[in-house]
Structures are given as C-alpha cells and as structure tokens.
T-cell receptor
Framework: DTEVTQTPKHLVMGMTNKKSLKCEQH?????MYWYKQKAKKPPELMFV???????INESVPSRFSPECPNSSLLNLHLHALQPEDSALYLC????????????FGPGTRLLVL | RKEVEQDPGPFNVPEGATVAFNCTYS??????FFWYRQDCRKEPKLLMS???SGNEDGRFTAQLNRASQYISLLIRDSKLSDSATYLC????????????FGTGTRLQVTL
C-alpha cells in the first residue's frame, strides 16, 4: 500500500492566521518531504526530513515551519502567510536514501486572502 | 543547462497513436529516474521508475540513454484516459533525496 494522506484537503486562511498542514504515512518510510506547487508549474522542494531530522531546507521563508513528531507524521506550520503563498502543498515519503522512489499525498490546496 | 528539461507540449494525438516524450538531465551521476503522471489539480502519481537501461509496463516504455543524458517515455495505443501532464524527475546524489522535476509535458489524446 503506497498511501500518503494529507489533511486538510482545502484551506483558506487570512494573512494573520496560524494553521497547520498534516501528513501521514504508514509505509515505514524514513524520509518525508514537503513540496509547493503553483499552477502549471512542477513541484518545488521545500523541506526534507530524513530519520526525523531536517536534512534539507530550500531557503524557505520562516513563516513556514516544518515539524516531524515521529517517523510517520510530518507537519507544516503556517503563520503570517502572503497571498503569493497560495498553492498546492504536497507531502511525499520514500525509503531513506538518495535514489528512492517518492510517493505523494493528495495535497492541501491553500488559499491565502 | 537546466537540471531537468522537458518539452512542455502540448502534444495533441489521436486515440491509438504512439507518442514519445524526452527528458534531458544534467547530473551525470544520477542513478535513478522517474516518470510521474499528474492530472489537473491532483498529485503526481508514479508511472515508472528507471534504474538501468529501461523499463516497460504494458503500453508504457521508459528508456535511458546515459551517454546523451536523457530518458524517454513511449506510450503506445494512446487512450483518452492518458491525457495528463507527464513529469520527469531526477534525484540528486547524496544522503538525502532531492527530487528535481522537469516542467512537465502536457498530453492531450483526442477522438
């Protein structure tokens, strides 16, 4: 079963709100990822967690704060976002290792007003 | 040279046609390559992984040309349901996987 789940499916928030996106996988994967995807563009990597430690931060603004509470869960905390942050936020997971297949969740569609 | 490049298309083909997409990559040390399919407003779904010279799954064939640093995806007997964007992805080498995507190739299969 190659399933990654994400909640919520849709989120509308104001620029002063604080919200969190959640991602879960039960495939025993030890690497988890956050991507951002704008319309008609490919996914762009934001963060990588490997064995529950942050291993890559692609110079993402601090208004995005990732958290990996355990090997199955990945959160993305949002605070003081801008309208240009509106996008599809995708979570993915893979076996740890640099060449492993990544499996994506359905994404959270975020609209910042 | 961009890390991963694809022809954005769109490729408009009739049902039953054979269509091929290419994806070029710049990192000669890459060992694995991936084709994902993405439908409108959905997540990328893995179509094929390529670890050696190629891979075949039903109507889909992926081939790797290391000398010229490209991978191709061939779709035979196209179906209407094949209409989607096809994303090529190449991981960087190293201890953690950074997956770089091409811009995607849009395929529209028509009656």
């Amino acid at each position: 079963d190659t399933e990654v789940t994400q909640t919520p499916k849709h989120l509308v928030m104001g620029m002063t709100n604080k919200k969190s996106l959640k991602c879960e996988q039960h495939m025993g994967h030890r690497a988890m990822y956050w991507y951002k995807q704008k319309a008609k563009k490919p996914p762009e990597l934001m963060f990588v967690y490997s064995y529950e430690k942050l291993s890559i931060n692609e110079s993402v603004p601090s208004r995005f704060s990732p958290e990996c509470p355990n090997s199955s869960l990945l959160n993305l905390h949002l605070h003081a976002l801008q309208p240009e942050d509106s996008a599809l936020y995708l979570c993915a997971s893979s076996q740890a290792g640099s060449q492993e297949t990544q499996y994506f969740g359905p994404g959270t569609r975020l609209l910042v007003l | 040279r961009k890390e991963v490049e694809q022809d954005p298309g769109p490729f408009n083909v009739p049902e039953g046609a054979t269509v091929a997409f290419n994806c070029t990559y710049s990192n000669s040390a890459s060992q694995s390559f991936f084709w994902y399919r993405q439908d409108c407003r959905k997540e990328p779904k893995l179509l094929m992984s390529v670890y050696s010279s190629g891979n075949e799954d039903g109507r889909f064939t992926a081939q790797l040309n290391r000398a010229s640093q490209y991978i191709s995806l061939l779709i035979r007997d196209s179906k209407l349901s094949d209409s989607a964007t096809y994303l090529c992805a190449v991981p960087t080498t190293g201890t953690a996987s950074k997956l770089t995507f091409g811009t995607g190739t849009r395929l529209q299969v028509t009656l």
